[in-house]
């Protein structure tokens, strides 16, 4: 798998991610180390989780994989944190004293002493942006982390944190997607400024743009839990359709799958460094492995930038 440089660090990392969400809920470990053999063996290297995910249980599961099944050296290990894990005073937020707690607790389920790319998994409007800027600079300074990110920012957050750290952002994970380009308002522009990659999560628009819910919802998937179907849901729209539709004709017109159509078109997008996939099993892992393989033509897209394309107004382009 290629290789690519995460921002303007010195950091590189396959030009996809391993993605953990469902590890601990829908993934079980038999699956998730077929998974993450899967990845490795194709070349990929950065894996994400999150403290949040199945309650820690996603960073339990990686550690153990780490400490039994793959080389730790092999992976850039990325985890996020934020988000609430208990009701006391250090349990979630992004204050010096919840941070570092946090941090520790994922050192633990992960079984590594350093994380290579620790990320900001939300903005926390409670919290003087320069207290939590000391706690990753004491994160790093302490060598207990390599790099940092963040997470849902908007271009505003983004562009505020980044200038006040003393220790570079190198990456954000944002939702992005053909069905999803909100972030090329602000968030491309100021992430290109301050030299930040793009990490894209829900690259295949939650599943939508596979093509699997075009004629109804299949039992097995995401769209009928009772946990993901809101999530799946948002993308279902009538544009979302056509857009699906377009993504298919380029399939069938390329002898590949919407899937691979689709990731291609954002992991090729300007200022993406690694489009963070999931997958329920090792199946659909393999079908985003083949993407790899696949570069779309110019024409086509320009075709799928025309059929997805978001308004630009005032200010994003000017007064003219």
Avoid: C
């Amino acid at each position: 798998m290629e290789k690519r440089q995460l921002g303007r660090s010195g950091l590189r990392i396959s030009r996809m991610a391993l993605g953990t969400m469902t590890w601990g809920g829908d993934t079980d470990p038999d699956e998730a180390a077929s998974q993450l053999v899967a990845f490795v063996d194709a070349g990929g290297t950065l894996v994400d989780t999150a403290d949040l995910y199945a309650g820690g249980e996603a960073e339990r599961m990686l550690g153990e994989l780490l400490s039994d099944l793959v080389p730790r050296e092999d992976v850039v290990l990325a985890t996020k944190t934020v988000a609430r894990r208990s009701d006391g005073p250090f349990g979630g937020g992004a204050s010096r004293g919840a941070l570092l707690s946090a941090l520790e607790g994922s050192l633990q389920r992960l079984r590594t002493d350093h994380i290579d790319l620790w990320q900001l998994h939300a903005w926390d409007s409670g919290v003087p942006i320069e207290e939590t800027l000391s706690a990753l600079d004491y994160a790093v300074t302490s060598g207990k982390v390599r790099y940092v990110g963040v997470s849902n920012y908007a271009g505003w957050q983004l562009a505020t944190a980044a200038s006040h750290a003393t220790v570079p952002f190198v990456s954000g994970q944002f939702e992005y997607s053909l069905l999803e380009r909100g972030i090329e308002r602000e968030v491309v522009p100021a992430a290109a400024h301050h030299g930040i990659g793009l990490l894209p999560w829900a690259p295949l628009g939650r599943g939508v743009l596979t093509g699997k819910y075009r004629t109804g919802t299949p039992a097995d998937s995401r769209g009928a839990s009772a946990e993901y179907a809101g999530y799946v849901e948002h993308h279902r729209t009538e544009r979302a359709a056509r857009i699906v539709q377009a993504v298919t004709t380029a399939a069938e017109g390329l002898g590949t799958s919407p899937l691979a159509v689709a990731l291609a078109w954002v992991r090729d997008r300007p200022g993406v460094a690694a489009p963070v996939v999931g997958a329920r099993d090792t199946g659909q892992l393999t079908g985003s492995l083949a993407a790899e393989d696949l570069t779309l033509p110019p024409a086509i897209r320009s075709a799928l930038d025309d059929v997805s394309g978001i308004e630009f107004g005032y200010p994003e382009r000017g007064t003219r």
